[in-house]
């Protein structure tokens, strides 16, 4: 299977930005998302991108101030954040789904990237 590991987070204080990246160790051209969960909540979805990069989809809490992109020949997807708000802090997780619908549930999941916004 395609191992993913993520990258980018960190701490940010209320409107800052940050870019978090995904690595696949293999190709991959399938749809693939981004979610996150803080503590005490479910795993929620933020974004995903079809297998050509030319369709995204978001979450309504993220539209306007997240772009998903990936490129396929280095096997990467990138997640940048702009205006960042306290609301936004959790674990952010890459996935790959097989699905063919933006919400399918993913089959192979990285292992996180810490995401903390100050207030």
């Known amino acids: 299977q395609v191992q993913l590991v993520e990258s980018g987070g960190g701490l940010v204080q209320a409107g800052g930005s940050l870019r978090l990246s995904c690595a696949a160790s293999?190709?991959?051209?399938?749809?693939m998302a981004w979610y996150r969960q803080s503590p005490g909540k479910e795993r929620e979805f933020v974004a995903a991108?079809?297998?050509?990069?030319?369709?995204?989809y978001y979450a309504g809490s993220v539209k306007g101030r997240a772009t998903i992109s990936r490129d396929n020949a280095k096997n990467t997807v990138c997640l940048q954040m702009n205006s960042l708000k306290p609301e936004d802090t959790a674990v952010y997780y890459c996935?790959?789904?097989?699905?063919?619908?933006?919400?399918?549930?993913?089959?192979?999941w990285g292992q996180g990237t810490q995401v903390t916004v100050s207030s």
């Open positions: 996935a790959i789904t097989y699905g063919i619908t933006w919400l399918s549930r993913p089959q192979i």
């Open positions: 991108i079809n297998s050509s990069g030319g369709s995204t």
């Open positions: 293999g190709r991959t051209f399938n749809i």
